[in-house]
């Protein structure tokens, strides 16, 4: 099954940008480069994806974009994830047909044949503040939650992950993070995704979460076990490297 293990994570970009003006939608196009030709599609990306990418952006058309590749692998087989931050359907027009003479070097350059495949993601929740510094990785952290429960999920996130995630990147190294859900129904339902300057990034947040009282922390986990299918819960860590 494929599942979206990136970042996101609308991610993307550059990450003060990304913190002061939320994209309402993130286009998500996955790669997967043919055996060897990693180095080679992100030549590519760069000669003809980013001068085009980088005038949506100046035009305003685009809020931000960027490339991540996993650091945790999945079993899945795509490599790079390119993507950009819009603020409505009409830039996601303008995106399409301004990256379309691009992509037709992607179908006969390093990119394996038939693996294109693209998410879009409507963000609902996110930090208000800047990181301190420049993100390198993007944690996510993928749901299906049950029909009619979305409401709950949300109430949740609120009640526990926002705080959560302010008082971390508080310490300057976890940030922007956000809380979205696919548009258009895929294998997930929400997303709550974080950027990290560096690693160390994680043992602060887990340390949060280990000094919340251990009843409450029980009953939010009790919560999200019971408006969501705890066993299509994935989880993964992503590297930027645009």
């Known amino acids: 099954m ?43 990306v760069n000669d003809s994806l980013k001068p085009v990418l980088d005038k949506l952006v100046a035009d305003k058309k685009a809020l931000a974009w960027g490339v991540a590749v996993p650091l945790t692998h999945t079993g899945e087989p795509w490599t790079h994830i390119v993507f950009v931050g819009l603020a409505d359907w009409a830039a996601a ?40 510094a420049k993100p390198k990785y993007i944690g996510i952290d993928t749901y299906v939650v049950k029909p009619g429960r979305s409401g709950d999920v949300d109430a949740l996130f609120n009640e526990w992950t926002k705080p959560l995630f302010t008082a971390v990147a508080a310490k300057g190294k976890f940030g922007p993070w956000g809380f979205s859900t696919q548009d258009m129904r895929g294998d997930y339902t929400h997303m709550v995704w974080y950027f990290m300057s560096d690693l160390t990034a994680l ?40």
């Open 2 to 44: 494929r599942r979206l293990v990136l970042v996101l994570l609308s991610l993307i970009f550059t990450a003060s940008a990304f913190a002061q003006q939320m994209p309402r939608l993130t286009w998500l196009r996955y790669y997967q480069a043919a055996a060897g030709k990693d180095g080679d599609l992100l030549w590519l």
């Open 93 to 132: 027009e303008e995106l399409a047909k301004a990256i379309a003479p691009s992509e037709s070097r992607f179908a006969a350059g390093p990119v394996q044949p038939g693996s294109v495949r693209d998410v879009i993601l409507r963000n609902i929740a996110h930090s208000e503040v800047p990181p301190a």
């Open 203 to 242: 043992d602060e947040h887990d340390a949060a979460l280990m000094a919340i009282d251990p009843v409450k922390l029980r009953g939010y986990d009790v919560r999200l076990r019971d408006a969501t299918e705890p066993e299509k819960h994935r989880m993964q860590i992503l590297r930027v490297v645009q």
